[in-house]
Structure formats: C-alpha cells, structure tokens
C-alpha cells in the first residue's frame, strides 16, 4: 500500500539506521564485525525503537574499498558469515519488527569479478561489453570519464567510477558520440541492467526488504540531467516492485528531484549533489555551531524547495551521519550539541537515518592510518563502544586483531553507561524516538512550517502538522541564550514534551519563548 508520498506505507514512521559491518559487533573473535554480531545486536536496536537498517556492502570482495568493490553479488563475504546468516538475520530482524535493506553497489564491481576478468581477454566473449571499453589502449573519451589504460591483454582502456579497481558496468550511453559508447538499448547494456534486476531479486526473494543503492545516478554515461539512468531505474523500479511492491529503494544520488522521479522513495541530504549535509553540521559557518555559527535559513530555503517538487514521489532524508562524512563529533562538540541536533533530525520531515555510534556520540578519530580504501573517511568507521571494558565489548580477540583502533580515550562513550543513565544522548533519542513514533504530525510526510526569526538571533522555530495535530520545535545551538515571541499561532495549549533550557508560556494568541544556550524543546500544542 502506498501513501500520498508514493512510498510504501511503513517509510512514513520508519527510524532507519546504519550499521558498517565489519565495526558493529565481532561475535566470533576474529576482531571484525560480522552477520551474526549483528543479529545478537538486534534487541538493543529494538530497544532503541529502529524500524529498519541499511548494512554497507556484505558481499565477497577484495575490499579494496571497503566492499564497494564487489566480487560476488550472491555470497556473503566470508569474513561476515554466510548466506544463511544473512538470511536468518532477516528472519530475527522481522521478529522484532525491524526490516533490512542491502548496499547494492549497482554501477561497478571490483576487478576480481569473473566478468570483469572475462571482459579484459582479447578475444570477444559474452563479458566483452559488461563494461565500458574503450576501442583502442590509445583513444581518447573525450569527455570527464576516468580510463584506465593498460590494465590487461585487451586493446582499450576501461572507464572506472571511483578508484581504479571499480570499473564502471556498461548501462550505455545517452548521447553516444564515439563507436565504442553503446546507446542505453544495446545488447551489452540491456544485458547488465537484466543482471542487475536477478541481484535484486535474488536478496528480495530471500527477506530483504530493500536497498540502498550506492552511487545510483551515475550508471548511464554522458547523460545531461540524467535523464536516461533516470528512465533506466524506473524499468528496474517497476518489474521489481511488481513482485515486491513493499519494498524501500533508496539512492544515494543527492537530487531528489532527479532520484525520486527515477522511482527512488527515499533521497539524501549529503556532502555531494545538491549538498546540504555540510553546510548544516561541518562548515566553518554551519547552524549548528556553539560558536560562530551561521544561520540555517539558506539550507531551510533549499529543502522547502526541494520538497515542495517532489511533493507525492517520495522522501528526502537528512542522515546524522555515514561512512562517508567526518562524524558529527567532531570539533569539540560535546553530547549536549548532538542533543541539540538529534531533536532537530528527530523532528524533521522525511526519514530520520542514524549511523551506528552517533547515537552515544562517537567520535571522529583523527590520525588514523587509512584502512580499506576510507582514506580520511577512516575515523568514522571505528568499532562500536558497546561498554566500559578495555575493548568496549566490541570483540573479545587482542587489540591489533581490530579492523580498526577504539577510540582511544579512557572516557569513551559507550551503550551500556547510557542505557542506564536517563539523562544521556542515548535516551534522549530513544525518547525522540518513542515520540516520533507515536506522532504522525512528527514523521516523514507532516506538514512543516518554519517560524520567521529576528535577524539577530540564533535559535529556529518550526511547527509539524497533520490533521489537528500541530508541534512546535524550537533549538538553540549557540552558546548565547535567545528569546523570541511566536506570534499568531493560536495555541490551544502548550504541553512540553522534550525540552531543555527553553520556558515556553502562551500570551493570547502568541507563545513567549525563552531559550537558553544550547537548548531545545518539543512542545505539543
Ligand atoms: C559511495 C559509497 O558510499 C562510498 O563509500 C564508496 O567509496 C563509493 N560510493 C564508491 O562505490
Ligand atoms: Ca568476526
């Protein structure tokens, strides 16, 4: 069943979060995450109020990059588990409630694939055009796409998207301009998008309940505004949800616009495309900043813009973060600032996503040497601090056996200390949470009105509402404490649900606000 927003019913209260496999909880004592680390996770996700996770690429692979290098879409990479794992954590997941979503990387595969290997030999086989060749080692693309030259016995180079090892799948051409740039219905192309539906279907027919698509814009080549990958994943959404109509499709594309016409639900708010991401949380100038922070009417500006065009198609999502941005601790915030933030993310439209470890405050650790192709994106992906132990209870094998290094401070957050202390970010958002999920004006599709603020200050106000439902939201990030009169809301009354440092008291049809610094406040009205 779909709602007004064109997505499946349970996306407009979901609570999505993301777990980086190999960092979540080592069940076997090998010092990397794996499958059945996270099933036993699965009742602190529950507790947490999770309605679904995304798990970054689980398949066998070199991981040259972390497993956005994939050298087998049907297995389970070893270290992870098997097969069988994954499919019993669905079946765990789905006990409590909580639905899966894969990484499928839909546009490259790593060099070690057996298609790739069969696509690099000189004599013309059935691989030959699973990927984009060029028609000699020494012509030129004329065009920004990344060749690479020289890498085996065929006469051409071969286009890669990221890194080298991630040679780009051959869905075509929109404007194809030289012989060896297919048009998007060429048998090669045709053939791998035919590929990519059987992956889909494979994982689908065994539990999962959707994906998040890595890079999906970019899988036809040369495409102004992206109007043929956008008709691509629309042939894909439709013969796929013929089968599995309830299922999330998630991009990672950064254009809603764009995305959620090619059939996607949900988009993200990121560090690339429209952007966004920084802007809000890791600028120089970002609103949420104790200290010389900026305003968030520009990033305001540009979301009630985008939502207002995809009004009906879908969702927009503004992650607390992922494995590809610096964490949101970072640069002396502290967990009082995330309290901050996490009320604004829990508050917002579309779906709220957190990634694992955000939510008791890890932090982004510097100087760490790159592992696995992260490069600065390393520090974001240390194990998760499950309790006080020497090695956070995140794998019992020695230290340097870790995928990564802990964080290395003697006060580290952990799960176990939060769980137990309710006035803890963990709480905070499990509270937010509990409310969200109660509240249809709070979730993804509520009507949001922003509050006019005087020039001179710092805070934001908005309103949520559905039906006769209305919420007012008010955060403060600064240091410098604020007030400000909410004029002409007419509130029936005001109950505070979640508040800090904000006294809200109604004067005829205004409500007077009083922030302190680094405040915030849920009120019902
Ligand atoms: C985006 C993924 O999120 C990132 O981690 C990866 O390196 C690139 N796509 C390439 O697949
Ligand atoms: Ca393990």
Redesign the pocket.
């Known amino acids: 069943m779909g709602t007004e927003t064109g997505s499946p019913a349970w996306l407009k209260q979901a609570i999505f979060y993301q777990i980086y496999p190999q960092s979540y909880y080592d069940s076997n004592g090998d010092g990397i995450g794996d499958i059945p680390g996270i099933i036993q996770k699965l009742d602190y996700l529950q507790w947490l109020g999770i309605s679904a996770v995304w798990i970054n690429p689980c398949f066998v692979s070199h991981f040259r990059?972390?497993g956005?290098d994939v050298d087998d879409y049907y297995r389970v990479a070893p270290r992870y588990g098997t097969n069988r794992d994954l499919y019993r954590l669905c079946r765990e997941a789905h006990r409590r409630g909580i639905r899966v979503c894969l990484d499928l990387?839909a546009g490259?595969t790593s060099i070690d694939h057996p298609w790739f290997k069969a696509s690099c030999r000189s004599r013309r086989n059935r691989y030959s055009d699973r990927y984009i060749w060029t028609s000699s080692i020494f012509s030129e693309a004329k065009s920004t796409l990344s060749l690479v030259r020289g890498y085996s016995e065929r006469d051409g180079s071969y286009v890669a998207?990221?890194f080298y090892f991630?040679p780009a799948l051959n869905f075509g051409f929109a404007r194809p301009d030289l012989p060896w740039q297919q048009p998007v219905n060429a048998p090669g192309p045709l053939e791998t998008r035919r590929e990519l539906i059987k992956i889909m279907d494979y994982w689908l027919g065994h539990g999962v309940d959707g994906f998040r698509v890595?890079?999906a814009f970019s899988l036809v080549k040369m495409d102004p505004g992206h109007q043929e990958t956008i008709k691509l994943w629309q042939v894909i959404g439709e013969k796929i949800r013929a089968r599995y109509p309830d299922i999330a499709l998630i991009s990672?594309w950064g254009n809603p616009e764009e995305s959620l016409a090619a059939g996607f639900d949900i988009d993200f708010v990121l560090h690339i495309g429209l952007g966004g991401y920084t802007d809000l949380f890791l600028n120089e100038n970002s609103f949420f900043l104790r200290h010389d922070g900026g305003k968030i009417q520009g990033f305001v500006q540009s979301y009630l813009e985008q939502i207002a065009k995809v009004k009906g198609k879908g969702l927009i999502s503004v992650p607390s973060g992922?494995?590809?941005i610096k964490r949101l601790r970072t640069d002396g915030r502290t967990a009082s600032d995330l309290k901050v933030i996490f009320t604004f993310l829990l508050t917002w439209p579309g779906v709220p996503f957190i990634y694992y470890g955000d939510e008791i405050g890890m932090l982004y650790i510097t100087g760490l040497a790159s592992k696995e192709?992260g490069y600065d994106r390393t520090g974001s992906r240390t194990p998760m601090q499950w309790d006080s132990g020497p090695n956070a209870g995140f794998s019992t094998a020695d230290k340097d056996r870790f995928y990564l290094p802990l964080d290395p401070r003697r006060n580290r957050p952990n799960v176990e200390e939060q769980a137990s202390d309710s006035g803890s970010l963990l709480n905070h958002l499990r509270d937010l949470i509990t409310l969200r999920r109660h509240y249809p004006a709070l979730q993804a599709d509520g009507t949001l009105t922003p509050l006019p603020v005087e020039t001179s200050q710092r805070h934001f106000a908005y309103l949520r509402q559905a039906n006769d439902e209305r919420f007012l939201v008010v955060l403060n990030p600064s240091a410098e404490p604020s007030s400000t009169k909410i004029k002409g809301i007419k509130p029936g009354n005001l109950s505070p649900r979640i508040c800090r440092g904000v006294q809200a008291c109604v004067e005829g049809d205004d409500i007077q606000v009083k922030l302190a610094g680094v405040s915030y406040g849920i009120f019902k009205l």
């Open positions: 990059d972390a956005y990387v490259h998207n990221c991630q890595d890079m990672e992922n494995h590809d192709g």
